[in-house]
C-alpha cells in the first residue's frame, strides 16, 4: 500500500503508480481527499450514533465512504427523536457542523469523552483539542462563553450567563402580565427555581393576576417599579412557608426579603403579605391597596380559627412551631378603604387561642402609613416590638394594644416612637393585656374623639400632644404634655397626679469585651443620651471609629455604662434597634439587650443557627460604627 500521511491519510506524491508522475494513485489519495477536506459535506439524517474514521485512497479508488472522516462539513437533516451522537477522529480536526435537523440536539464528541452539544439550528466549528471536542465558534452566541468585567478598580471577571443569573425574572417562566392570564404557576415557579440558590426573583414591569405566592429561607423578591400583584381569591397574595412541599411552615422561615411589592387585594380577605413564623425577614417599601373588610377563617395546623383579621401585613407566630421574631417592616403603605371596615393595616400576633411563647416578638416596624382602616395596626399578641414613626389616620382605631376578646396572652415591652394619629374615631387603646407600653411621641390631633385609651399596667407615655381626651386609670406615668382637652383620668386621678418621674441628660458608654472589667475599646466618638419616663428609659448609643487594639478576639462584647441599672426581674424585657458598620455578621442581623439586674448592655448576632454572642473578632478596628436605639425598665 501506498505510503499515507499521518493526520488526513494523504497518499505522498513519490509513491504514484508512475514514479514522480500524478498518476491514479495520487489523483485518488490526495486530489479527492484534499477536496473533500477543505469543501465537502456528509450528511447524516434521523437517528442512529455515527463514528468517523480516516479512510485512504489508493490506485483502483479514493475509498471516500458516508463516514469519511476527512470531510470539512458534517450535515445534520430529518429529525431526531433523540440525542445523536458522532464521534471524531482523536487528532487535530476541525469540522464545520450544520445542525438543520429537528427536535433534538447533536453531541459531537471524541471517543470517551463528552463532546459538545449542538442545538438545532446552530451552526458551530468544532476542534480536537487533544483531548475532546470543543466549540470554537457559533451561530448561536452563548451567554457562558462571553466574559463580563464590572467597572472599577479591583473587579472580579465573570460571564455573562453568571451575571444574567444573578436575578431571575418571573417572565423567564412564563408569567404575562397583563392582569387577567393567572401567572400564579409561572411566578411560582421563578420562587421554587431560586430556593437553595439564593438568587433575586425579579417581577417585570406589569399586573400579575395571582392567588398565592410563596417564599421560603432566603428568598428574595423583588418588585419592579411598575410591577402589580393583584390578588384573585381569597387568602394571601404573599406567604412565607419553609419549603416547596409544605405551605403552612414547619420551621422558622429565615431570611426572606420582599422588597417594593406593589399589592393591590382587590377587596379580598386575608392579607397582602404573610409572614408566618418569620425571623429575621425584611419588607421594604410595600404598596398594599384594596384590602379587603372581615374576618376570615384559617388553620395553621393547630387550630382552624374563624376569627383572623383581613390585614395589609399579618406577622404571626405558629403554636409550638415558631414564633415571629426580628422582622423589619420598612417604609411600607396601605389603604383600608374605610374606618368602618373589620381590617387591619399591620396585624402582629399568633395562633388564635394559644397559651404559649410563639408570639410576635422583637420585630421592628418602622415609618410606615395605614389610612382609612378599622384597625391600623393591630398589636394583639406580642412582646418588644418597637414601632417608629407609625402614622395612622382615618382608622376606626389608630393602635390596639391586647385583644382580651380573643386571647389571655399579654403583650409586654412595646415601643410607640413619634405616633402620628389623626382623623381616627380612638387613636391609641391600650388594653387590659398590656404590660409596660411606652409611648414617646405621641401626637393624636384633628379629628380624633379619643387621643389615648389607657387600661394597660404601666404604661409610659412621654411628649404627649393630643387635642381631644385622654382616658386612662392610675396606672400610667404621663410627661411633657400638651392638653387643652385632656379634662380628669378616670377613677378621678388628675393630671399632675399622673406626671411620674422625668429626667433626660448624656451618659458615657464604654464598650468592653468583659461585663465589669477586662478590656476597653477606644473610639473617635462616643455619645449617649438618655431620657427616663416614669421607670421606663429610652437610650441613644453613637460610637464610631471604634478600636478594639488590646481587647481579646474570642470575648463577647459588651457597652456598659447605663445611666440606671436595669430592672432585675428577667420578665420585663428591653426592646430596641441596632445599626452598624464594618462589624461583620453571618446574616446581617445584630441586637442589643439590656441584661437584668446590670448596668450593661449585652451584643448579640443572629446566626444561621441561632442567636450568639458578638466576638470582638467581629469588629473591623478602627472602622466600625456601632448605633443603638434601646428602652428598658428601671
Known sequence: MAA????????????????????????????????????????FAGDGAITLANTTGSASGNAITSTTAQYMVIRITGTQTVTKVITGPS??????????????????????????SVAVGEKCFVYFNGT??????????????????????????????????????????????????NDTAAIQAAVDACFTSGQTVYVDAGTYAVTSIKVYPNTILEFDASATFKQTANGFAIRTSTSPSVTVPTTSVLYAKIFNARID???????????????????????????GSGTFTYNDGVTNNANYRTSAIMIKGI??????????????????????????????????????NQRANLNNINQCVFTSFGEGISMWVGSDNRFTQPEVSSCGTGIVVGNPTLYTLNSNGNSFQQVYAESCTTGMNI????????????ASLSGTTTGLLDNGTRTYVAELRATTQITNTPRSYLGGFYLPNIGTATSGTSVTELMGYYDTGTFTPVLADDQTAGNVATFLYAYGLYTRIGNRVF?????????????????????????????SNTLLRSAGAVSFGQISSTTGCISARAIAGTNYISMFEQT??????????????GAADLYIELSYQV
Open 4 to 43: 499515507t500521511t499521518t493526520l488526513l491519510g494523504l497518499v505522498t506524491p513519490t509513491q504514484g503508480s508512475l514514479s514522480g508522475t500524478w498518476g491514479d494513485t495520487v489523483n485518488y489519495g490526495i486530489t479527492d481527499y484534499v477536496d473533500i477536506a477543505i469543501a465537502g459535506t456528509l450528511s
Open 91 to 116: 487528532y487535530s480536526k476541525l469540522y464545520m457542523v450544520d445542525h438543520a435537523g429537528a427536535t433534538s440536539a447533536v453531541t459531537f464528541k471524541a471517543a470517551g469523552q463528552t463532546g459538545v
Open 132 to 181: 475532546d471536542y470543543i466549540k470554537v465558534s457559533s451561530s448561536v452566541m452563548s451567554s457562558a462563553n462571553v466574559t463580563y468585567l464590572p467597572a472599577g478598580t479591583g473587579a472580579v471577571l465573570t460571564t455573562v450567563q453568571t451575571k444574567l443569573r444573578e436575578t431571575v425574572s418571573v417572565k423567564d417562566f412564563g408569567a404575562v402580565g397583563d392582569g387577567v392570564t
Open 265 to 291: 387585594m382587590n377587596s379580598c380577605t386575608g392579607a397582602g403579605i404573610f409572614l408566618e413564623g418569620a425571623q429575621s425577614c425584611v419588607v421594604d417599601n410595600a404598596v398594599i391597596t384594596n384590602v
Open 319 to 356: 403554636t409550638g412551631v415558631a414564633g415571629p421574631y426580628y422582622n423589619q417592616i420598612n417604609h411600607c403603605r396601605a389603604n383600608g378603604g374605610s374606618g368602618t371596615n373589620t381590617n387591619s393595616g399591620i396585624w402582629l400576633g399568633t395562633t388564635i387561642g394559644s397559651t404559649d
Open 431 to 442: 388594653t387590659t393585656l398590656s404590660l409596660d407600653a411606652t409611648i414617646f411621641g405621641f
Open 539 to 567: 437610650v441613644t448609643i453613637a460610637l464610631t471609629d471604634i478600636t478594639t487594639t488590646g481587647m481579646t478576639a474570642t470575648n463577647a462584647t459588651y457597652i456598659r455604662g447605663l445611666p440606671w441599672n436595669v430592672n
Open 608 to 621: 444561621t443557627t441561632g442567636q450568639a454572642t458578638l466576638l470582638v473578632s467581629k469588629y473591623n478596628s
